[in-house]
């Protein structure tokens, strides 16, 4: 009798462990892919969190304002409204006079199309036009929600459908989150630009939430994966097929892959299995020392040469 009652209560225990994990997953799953209304301060990277912190952070998940636009164009501009089946897009378009084409650049997570106005800068003293996009839920765009690629796939076609409208070429400029996006463009939704341009795209939804884990120095098992069935079902599919590197085997796009030596988000496996897997002509430049980060800050030069003879060679 007595031990009976010592398997109900260890069965009720663990039941209870269980369903308190699994809260505890989907409150990190809906704060990651959920901005909030404030402009109030963020939670701020893992590596910079104290052990207090961590734990807190464990527990209660991520906190992140909408992000927002922080500077505008210094070149002249025009600001335009584009309507994506996510909500109302705000985009910044500078022309040039007799363009060698377009470039579309999509900003990556908790970002803004504010954060690519130098990138946008060089591009424009090359000959192209360009066109910044804040995500949905992101910047001037319209709403609060983050699918860390998924949706913001449409997003992606959304904006570069609008430029293939009009004359000349179009490429595509993106970083992390809207690199992943842009695949998932390309190899689901039809996209076809002239050529892709990509800066550190995670290999998968999976990993990226285990690279998130190991950046607090804690088990990623069975947490990530928690994290990313909740975060899909939140969000109405399924994240564990968000997969940068299968979307890349149906890109047949021309591809220039770039990456930092030093990133503690995307790993080298990750990046070496997306190169693999590109299904068009493809070149790849990894910058020593560099983090997420752009890749200009300490390495301007050789951004601008690898991206101006990738442009060229096209």
Same mark, same amino acid.
């Given at each position: 009798?007595? =031990? =009976?009652?010592? $398997?109900?209560?260890?069965?009720?225990?663990?039941?209870?462990?269980?369903?308190?994990? &699994?809260?505890?997953?989907f409150f990190h799953a809906w704060r990651f892919t959920h901005f909030t209304a404030d402009s109030g301060q963020s939670t701020?990277?893992?590596?910079?969190?104290?052990?207090a912190g961590k734990l807190w952070v464990l527990a209660t998940g991520v906190r992140t304002p909408k992000p927002r636009n922080h500077a505008r164009p210094a070149f002249p501009y025009a600001?335009?409204?584009?309507?994506?089946? &996510?909500?109302?897009?705000?985009?910044?378009?500078?022309? $040039?006079?007799r363009a060698r084409g377009t470039v579309a650049l999509f900003h990556g997570y908790t970002s803004s199309k504010s954060q690519l106005l130098h990138e946008a800068d060089y591009f424009r003293s090359l000959g192209y036009n360009v066109l910044l996009t804040d995500f949905a839920g992101s910047g001037n765009s319209q709403g609060f929600r983050c699918t860390v690629g998924y949706d913001e796939a449409a997003d992606v076609a959304t904006a570069v459908r609008w430029l293939q409208r009009r004359p000349g070429p179009v490429y595509i400029y993106a970083n992390s989150m809207g690199a992943v996006a842009t695949l998932r463009a390309?190899?689901?939704?039809?996209?076809?630009?002239?050529? &892709?341009?990509?800066?550190?795209?995670?290999?998968?939804?999976?990993?990226?939430?285990?690279?998130?884990?190991?950046?607090?120095? $804690?088990?990623a098992f069975p947490m990530a994966n928690l994290l990313v069935f909740w975060g899909g079902a939140a969000n109405g599919f399924n994240a564990f097929a968000l997969d940068a590197t299968a979307y890349a085997a149906r890109t047949p796009t021309p591809t220039l892959l770039l990456w930092g030596t030093a990133d503690p988000r995307v790993t080298p496996a990750e990046t070496a299995a997306i190169f693999t897997h590109l299904a068009g002509p493809k070149q790849r430049q990894d910058f020593p020392g560099s983090g997420h980060e752009p890749y200009w800050w300490k390495h301007e030069a050789l951004w601008q040469r690898t991206v101006a003879g990738f442009l060229n060679r096209l």
């Amino acid at each position: 009798m007595q =031990r =009976r009652r010592l $398997v109900r209560r260890g069965l009720l225990a663990a039941g209870l462990g269980l369903l308190l994990l &699994n809260a505890v997953a989907f409150f990190h799953a809906w704060r990651f892919t959920h901005f909030t209304a404030d402009s109030g301060q963020s939670t701020g990277s893992p590596e910079q969190l104290t052990l207090a912190g961590k734990l807190w952070v464990l527990a209660t998940g991520v906190r992140t304002p909408k992000p927002r636009n922080h500077a505008r164009p210094a070149f002249p501009y025009a600001t335009v409204q584009l309507a994506g089946p &996510n909500g109302q897009l705000e985009s910044w378009y500078g022309a $040039v006079p007799r363009a060698r084409g377009t470039v579309a650049l999509f900003h990556g997570y908790t970002s803004s199309k504010s954060q690519l106005l130098h990138e946008a800068d060089y591009f424009r003293s090359l000959g192209y036009n360009v066109l910044l996009t804040d995500f949905a839920g992101s910047g001037n765009s319209q709403g609060f929600r983050c699918t860390v690629g998924y949706d913001e796939a449409a997003d992606v076609a959304t904006a570069v459908r609008w430029l293939q409208r009009r004359p000349g070429p179009v490429y595509i400029y993106a970083n992390s989150m809207g690199a992943v996006a842009t695949l998932r463009a390309e190899a689901e939704l039809g996209l076809r630009p002239t050529a &892709n341009l990509l800066e550190c795209p995670y290999g998968s939804m999976l990993a990226t939430a285990q690279s998130r884990f190991r950046s607090m120095h $804690v088990p990623a098992f069975p947490m990530a994966n928690l994290l990313v069935f909740w975060g899909g079902a939140a969000n109405g599919f399924n994240a564990f097929a968000l997969d940068a590197t299968a979307y890349a085997a149906r890109t047949p796009t021309p591809t220039l892959l770039l990456w930092g030596t030093a990133d503690p988000r995307v790993t080298p496996a990750e990046t070496a299995a997306i190169f693999t897997h590109l299904a068009g002509p493809k070149q790849r430049q990894d910058f020593p020392g560099s983090g997420h980060e752009p890749y200009w800050w300490k390495h301007e030069a050789l951004w601008q040469r690898t991206v101006a003879g990738f442009l060229n060679r096209l």
